[in-house]
């Protein structure tokens, strides 16, 4: 960054590898950044779901330019801060350009719990053509790169009339039904998850794919309308409408989380059963009641599912572990000061 101006050139690389959770959080970066006046480029192997992710992008974020892996050519301007997310690689022709240029480079981890994201935050690895890379963990606590949070998230959360929204959607609330959404991967626990859903009248909203695919027929008190897929902003709507959510993944997680209400975490699974100390130390960080955090063991195949937990213990502790998260500054805030501190 030059010292004559004070908004940077941000270059984003993101491959998408089988799911949404990279383009989302890539997308929201790049709309956050953009949003405070810096240039964005955003350069992904395939675009395609942006096209119901964020529609409107091009009203919305006019700071962003989505390109085409490889990115820029030599003639386009240099970027201040390229992205590496979640160690995609970079194209050689990045890394050359990179070598006359030396911007500040950044790989965005994936987020996790776990004690080595403090350890491992903010290190640099040196590397034998001269360049640097910095390694950047979002995380949950003050010593991690924190969450992704758009400005005004909570002021809208509070301005939301679920009822309105449910109604609009055609799937509105039958009396005294609760309210519950499923957003999964392919989950051997969904079919006791409903006989215990079915235990109260209950409204479940399927979203696009493996949700849609594996509830094919319910209990009597379990209704259910499947959703198409919906934009970034909808989807939050989604979440703040619902008793409880089933949600995957990083992007969904974390605004499960800005939520506040009950949510069950379904970690990528992994072969290896990496999926276990990952889920077990975001659980131990939430502070759940034992109920809960057990009902999320048991969705993600470490124990057997039972009853459905109480919500209502559940919703405090969502929204004390919300609260808590809220005194934390956000993941776009200390990316900026870490690249500024670390710019030539």
Known sequence: MTPDRAWLCWDIYCRIVDNFGDIGVCWRLAAQLAAQGDRVRLIVDDASALDWMAPQRAQTSPGV??????GPTKADAAPDVVIEAFG??????A?????ETDPVWINLEYLSAEDYVERSH???SPRPDGLRKWFFYPGFTERTGGLLREPGLMQRRSRFDREAWLFARGCARRPGER??????YDNPAIGPWLQALAEAPTLLLL???PAQRQVQA???AVRTVGLPWLDQTDFDHLLWASDLNAVRGEDSLVHALWAGVPFLWQAYPQPDGAHAPKLKALLALLALPAE???ANEAWNGLATWKDLPPLAPWHAAAEAARDRLLRQEDLVVQLRRFVVARSR
Request: glycine share 6%; aromatic share 6%.
């Open 207 to 209: 979203t696009p794919g």
């Open 88 to 93: 995609c690689d970079l194209p050689e022709a």
């Open 122 to 124: 903010g290190l640099p």
């Open 179 to 184: 309210v519950v959404s499923l957003f999964c």
């Open 95 to 99: 890394l050359r350009a990179m070598r």
């Open 65 to 70: 330019t989505v390109l085409p892996w490889p």
């Open 218 to 220: 319910t209990p009597p």
């Open 292 to 294: 809960a955090a057990a």
